[in-house]
Structures are given as structure tokens and as C-alpha cells.
């Protein structure tokens, strides 16, 4: 008799958020054994998302919504597809899906649950009292929520799991560190610079907390100096985001001359190696996929020095590190790379060394499944 295969079900908020940060997750998934179903909103991608092979379940999650009886329904919501699905383990990915789909796992008696937090972001970074009593809040549910039996953490740096054990949301048996969900080095490849002007790149959602500003205005400080560069923001407007930067604001911007804004692109690997440096000036990031995908096209860095992008982004190695919110180093740092030649070929050279060693996606997700069938078994 043939053993059923196992039933790994991803919920996440966002359709295009699998495609980009778990997709090749899920087919090492498939390929290894498993059944994946992908339990998400469906906007644009529920089509692909189906050919893959995947078992498509629509829901209603929506990430920005604070209304008390659409978020109770949210969670019954998951509770009743966990009971008709029955997976055999339940993949959450970042806060909402966390939160509710932990309290569903409890409910429905899911045998085996990763939560997996694409880092420490909104909640944890933004000031203010009302952000406190906000995290203080969400710490308390997450202690609760997270103590399931047979569960882990899995978080993309080392310094977010030791936010969350000294913060007492998780036990330190029960947090583990998984960098980022891989990278397809045989996709993301070394090709040549765009000609022309040389191409400065920040690519993320349009967010505060991207440093979206701060390339604004260090590109506003290089063309001041007679510094020769186009420096472009590439990347959606994520309206669910309280961090979002408004259209009109990234339009404004364009409409000044210092910037352009070239909105979402699917051809991520023509713009990162027709970049001469990519740029990520963050305030915290979990794992930032687009400096491994940068790195692995043989890109210089400029990131900020703080959780997350000292991962990828090794001071004087694959790239430089510059302090958070600081237009003025983060300039600096972009003319040092675009004035040598031989200093950023050694740098892409080391850092499509690095992501080929350390973050391909064969590596990721067989630590990944590793995970998945450490939990089945004590299942």
C-alpha cells in the first residue's frame, strides 16, 4: 500500500507574495513529496498559482483591516478550512496569518504548524506610545498563540530570534533560523550594465520604512555634486501598508528630476544586472530578497547597517554599509561604488559568491523540509 502524501498548506495574505517569496519553496515542496495547497486572497496570480500544480482555497484575510467581526470571520474562516482541508502541517507567513492561523490550528487540532515572520517590520519598529501599547498587545497574543505543541519559529536573521526570546514571545527551543526562502541562482545571473548613465536601483514596495526618502534625497545630494548616475525606484504602491508612500508623492518626486519611479516589474533580473549598484537603505528587514537577487547578478550593495541587511550586505565585502536614515552616507557610499570601476566588480563577484554558498534555494528549502518532517514525525 502507498503512503499518502503529506498535506502542507502555506497561508499568506497576499497572492503576489507566494509568487515572489515562496513559490520556489512550495515546488521543492512538491517535488520532495508533499501536497501543497496555497490558501491566499486572490488578486493576479490564482491562475499560475494553479498550474504549478497547487490546490488554490481563496480567503478573505484582508492585512489592513481593524474591523472586530471581519477579523473574528477571518479566523472562523480559517478554522472551517482547516477542518475541510485537514493538512497534515500548516505553513503561516508573517503577522496576521500568525496570529489567526495559530488560533485556527488550536481550534481545528492541526498536527504540525511553522510560523514563519518575514521580519520584525511595522509593529516592531515604528515610534511612538500608541506603537508600544500596540506591541505590547500583539507580544501577549503572540505568546499565547505561538505555545502550540507541535510548532516552530522561524525567523531570517539571528538577531529577530533573540528579539523575540529576551521579549518572552518564544521559547529558544522553539525558534528557529531559516535565511529567507532561497534564491534561483540559475535565474539570477551576472549580465551586462545597461549603457548610458549608470543605474542606481532601489527596488522594495514604495514604504517609509524602506528608506524610500532617503534615496530620494541622496539622489537630490549626488546630482547637486555633478555626480553622473539615474537612480530609479522600482516597486508597487502597497496600499494595506501603514507605511505606504502615496502615488502622488512618488509622482512628485519623479515630476523634481531626481528620481524616477518605474512601478512594479516582473523582469526583476534584466533590472538588477542592468544596475551598476543596488540599494536598500531599510530600517530593519527580515532577509531582504532583492540583495540576494542583486548579489547573485554580481551587484554592489549599499544597504543600512541594521538586522537583516548585515546578512547579505558584508562592509567592504559584497557591499557598504551605511547608518539608517542618513541621505548624506548613504550618497556618499553610492559615489564611492559608481566612482570604482574594479572596487564594484569585486564586490559583486564576492556576492554572487556568497548567495551560491549560503542562500540558494536548494539550501533553504531543504532546511525548510528538514523542518516540515522533524514536526510530522513527533506528529
Known sequence: MVAARPRLLFVITEDWYFWSHRLDLARAARDGGFDVLVATRVRDHGKRIEQEGFKLLPIRMIRRSRHLLRELAAVMELVGLYRRERPDIVHHVAMKPILYGSLAARLARVPAVVNAFAGLGYVFIAPGRWAGVVRFLIGRALRWTLALPRARVVVQNAEDRERLVRDGIV??????????????????????????????????????????????????????????????????????????????????????????????RDDMRQVLSAACVVVLPSYREGLPKVLLEAAACARPLVATDVPGCREVVRNGDTGILVPPKNAQALAQAITTLLHDPALCERMGRRGRDLVVKEFSVERIAGETLALYRELLGRA
Open 171 to 264: 521559547p529558544l527551543g522553539r525558534a528557529v533560523v531559516i535565511r529567507g526562502s532561497g534564491i534561483d541562482t540559475a535565474t539570477f545571473t551576472p549580465g551586462p550594465e545597461s549603457a548610458g548613465e549608470p543605474l542606481v536601483v532601489l527596488a522594495s514596495r514604495m514604504l517609509w520604512d524602506k528608506g524610500v526618502l532617503e534615496f530620494v534625497e541622496a539622489a537630490g545630494l549626488m546630482k547637486a555634486q555633478g555626480v553622473r548616475a539615474k537612480c530609479v525606484l522600482v516597486g508597487m504602491v502597497d496600499e494595506e501598508n501603514p507605511a505606504q508612500i502615496p502615488e502622488r508623492r512618488l509622482r512628485a518626486w519623479q515630476a523634481e528630476g531626481n528620481v524616477e519611479w518605474w512601478g512594479h
